[in-house]
């Protein structure tokens, strides 16, 4: 299509009357934007919910890096009193409860 066959299809502004080719180029505009509306708001919600699932995983990592830290912490502690504990005692103290016996 040429520049002559637009400039004579189209009217001046001062008729007021709007161009054909304008107003099917806005109806087309329209009905593009409400038939992807559908699809984006599909898209945008998968994304908010993809985000979320990976904050939750990374929360569930943290957390449980920071539960073996305080197990290993106990563990320790729990080695360190069984090896402060003076042999000598327990040994009379088992002796004792043997001859009882009350195990």
């Known amino acids: 299509m040429n520049l002559a066959n637009i400039n004579s299809n189209s009217t001046s502004a001062n008729e007021g009357t709007v161009n054909a080719q304008m107003t099917d180029n ?50 320790t502690q729990g080695v360190n009193l069984i090896y402060a504990v003076d042999t000598a005692s327990v040994g009379g103290a088992t002796e004792q409860v043997a001859r009882a016996r009350v195990i």
Do not use: C, E, K
């Open 26 to 75: 806005i109806t087309q505009t329209s009905v593009m934007t409400l038939g992807s509306s559908a699809a984006v708001a599909m898209s945008r919600l998968y994304q908010a919910v993809t985000d979320s699932l990976s904050q939750s995983i990374q929360n569930a990592t943290f957390a449980q890096q920071q539960s073996n830290l305080i197990h290993q912490a106990a563990t």
